[in-house]
Antibody, heavy 118, light 108 residues
Framework: QVNLVESGGGLVKPGGSLRLSCVGS????????MTWIRQAPGKGLEWIAY????????YYADSVKGRFIVSRDSSENSLFLQMNSMRAEDTAVYFC???????????WGQGTLVTVSS | DIQMTQSPSTLSASVGDRVTITCRAS??????LAWYQQKPGKAPNLLIS???TLQSGVPSRFSGSGSGTEFTLTISSLQPDDFATYYC??????????FGQGTKVEVK
């Protein structure tokens, strides 16, 4: 059974930092590109970061570029998102999600809530 | 960047209705188009890839069509479990990877 489990969400003050983690199981994590996608309360889905299976290619949305860093540890089947200089508009549920090759995202975690507020 | 525009934003329908959702891409994406269903408090679930390929376990009442810049998701006979929000997503480019704004299918 495929599982992606996020952790690390919570309340953080504006300007603060938070690190999200996501652990995968039940599939060959090392063969999958991974992404972080967030959803602000009552809003749609916003992709924010992509990392290829080998970590050789990384992309960020303009909204987080220069503030967030995505990484992965394939030995631990883990994906990370280091979030710095956080803003109120970063408040959202953050999903880790992945796909393989030219296939669209087909594995999703349950999401972790991040709230940026003073 | 490739913009994805869905219509309508909200759709009111009854059980048994035929429902169609449209998704338009700002640039041609061939058939690199996926459809997702999301229920409140849950992660999205992949329904269709490559514009028209139904995923395993997805009921056959769901179908997708289109290529280039115009795509549709059709539910042939709406069931109670289908009331949800639907998103299209282009995946010809992962920088950025873009979603439509969503279509909420609600009870009429």
């Amino acid at each position: 059974q495929v599982n992606l489990v996020e952790s690390g969400g919570g309340l953080v003050k504006p300007g603060g930092s938070l690190r999200l983690s996501c652990v995968g199981s039940g599939f060959t994590f090392n063969n999958y590109y991974m992404t972080w996608i967030r959803q602000a309360p009552g809003k749609g889905l916003e992709w924010i970061a992509y990392i290829s299976a080998t970590s050789g290619t990384i992309y960020y949305a303009d909204s987080v570029k220069g503030r967030f860093i995505v990484s992965r540890d394939s030995s631990e089947n883990s994906l990370f998102l280091q979030m710095n200089s956080m803003r109120a508009e970063d408040t959202a549920v953050y999903f880790c999600a992945g796909g393989s090759g030219s296939y669209p995202i087909n594995y999703w975690g349950q999401g972790t809530l991040v709230t940026v507020s003073s | 960047d490739i913009q994805m525009t869905q219509s309508p934003s909200t759709l009111s329908a009854s059980v048994g209705d035929r429902v169609t959702i449209t998704c338009r891409a700002s640039h041609t994406i061939s058939t690199w188009l996926a459809w997702y269903q999301q229920k409140p408090g849950k992660a999205p679930n992949l329904l269709i890839s490559k514009a028209s390929t139904l995923q395993s376990g997805v009921p056959s009442r769901f179908s997708g069509s289109g290529s280039g810049t115009e795509f549709t998701l059709t539910i042939s006979s709406l069931q109670p479990d289908d009331f949800a929000t639907y998103y299209c997503q282009q995946y010809i480019s992962y920088s950025p990877l873009t979603f439509g704004q969503g279509t909420k299918v609600e009870v009429k």
